[in-house]
């Protein structure tokens, strides 16, 4: 950006800002991901690399990006996708980015490690909300978690199935976020004092940082330390099939099953009686070598498309983007990152911003290829 572009307005716009504003081990924790981050790369220049197909005099006059995901009426396409800690980019981040995701009219989700608990954000919003989990040892606290998600008025349930245990983040080492001993603890004291507005903004008047949703299961959240201990021990790596099955029993609402990329894992989640998988490698921050998941979409779709809906994430930075995932089979996308660099950048603002951008990338694609609905997307229209 140059001194004369005063107003951030694409996904990387909000990402500049965001490395600027939040501390440095912070900003890293979100930009980064697993390993040499090969698979990072692959999510965004794969999605990039493809082309759509220009076409001409054909009555555009009613295009629309109008939806409907897993019975959320949709304004377009796109869902706020679950980040641990997002509460962390900016004061009460979910919240604000709950309202965000209401006044766009597209659903969001809170994760099960997000900063601000499930009351506080129903509390805040009008619209319906989804809830992602993650297995954890304790099933008494699962069940009681999705009760509380219910009487929040969650309608579907991102179940992640890709987190075994967490990838290995070489960034969070490299800047003393995790471990690092003195060294660690001193490097993150000089990233919070060059960082005074978000210090000010969100260390102080964004109290508490506590994880919302599993508080009482970390004896002191605040200490990111012991966090990675939590994730070590109550994480449940023993997870199978049969905990959706189990799953399902317990949940009435909507089941989607976040993190499969290969066909034989999304028809054993339809069989686990899922209503939806998202192919993702959780943003690359799992596996480093994995396809990218706009790769793996087509085989998953091929698979289970007919019986399920098929949503994805992964290197979605535009509306654009948006429109080649729906060419190639997808019902609608999930935004990480993006949302997260913009709420960081301009809080709740930047990210209605960044959603109304996407709405106009999309519904000029969609005139300039000669669809009017998004259900004319297809693979035909990819060159
Ligand atoms: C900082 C960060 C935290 C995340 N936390 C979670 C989480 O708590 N639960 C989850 O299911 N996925 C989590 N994800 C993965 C996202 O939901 C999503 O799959 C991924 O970010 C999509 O890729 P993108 O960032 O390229 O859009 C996280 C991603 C990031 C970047």
Known sequence: MSIFDVVPVTAEDHRRRARRRVPRFLFDYLDGAANDELTLRANVSDVRALRLKQRVMRDVSSVSTDCEMLGFKARMPLVLAPVGMAGIYARRGEVQGARAAGNQQVPFTLSTVGICPLEEVQAATHAPFWFQLYMLRDREFILRLLQRAKAAGCTTLAFTVDLPLPGMRLRDYRNGMLGGGLPGKLSKLAQLAISPAWAWDVGIKGKPHTFGNIAE???????????????????????????????????????????????????AAVDAGCDAVLVSNHGARQLDSVASSIAKLPGVVDAVGEQVEVYVDGGIRSGIDTVKALCLGARGVFLGRPWIYALASRGQAGVEQLLELFQKEMATAMALMGVNCLEELGPDLLD
């Open 217 to 267: 299961k970390i004896p002191n959240p605040e200490d990111l330390d012991l966090y990675k201990t939590f994730i070590d021990s109550q994480f449940d790596p023993s997870c199978t099939w049969d905990d959706i099955r189990w799953l399902r029993e317990q949940w009435e609402g909507k089941l989607l099953v976040k993190g499969v990329m290969e066909a034989d894992d999304a028809r």
